[in-house]
């Protein structure tokens, strides 16, 4: 087993893990619209359609930026190119399954806590403004 590999867990299952977010800090970056090859049925598997996602990174609080240099947090223009770089990846059946793989990603980087990724649909439904996932998980030490 390799005991390296970062450990994460649900926030429902860590209560503590919530504790440690007391004072954090947080990188959002929000409503970032990607056009994706996402769906099981037909009609969504024909063309690449709209989703909105969201990320937010909560860092640890005592993180001080003292010299003004990206090197001292985590850079917002990773969570928007590993996005990118996902959507580009292939065929989602699932918003699951890409929201997932961007938590994964993100709860890699060294100051990252926790992380929260959701992602809508907008365009499924005419009687609704989204369908949507959102997954939410805190870092193990």
Known sequence: MDNSAPKWSNATATPGGL???KGSRRIFLK???VFISMGVHDFEKQARQRVIVNVELYIDPDGRIKHDTIGE???YDFVR?????IADSGHFHLQET???RILDLCLEKKRVLA???SSEKPDIYPDCESVGFEIFRVKVK
């Open 115 to 117: 992380a929260r990724v």
């Open 98 to 100: 890409f929201c997932e």
């Open 81 to 85: 190119k590993t996005i990118m770089e």
């Open 31 to 33: 409503n970032f619209g």
């Open 73 to 75: 947090t985590v850079d």
């Open 19 to 21: 504790a440690n977010l």
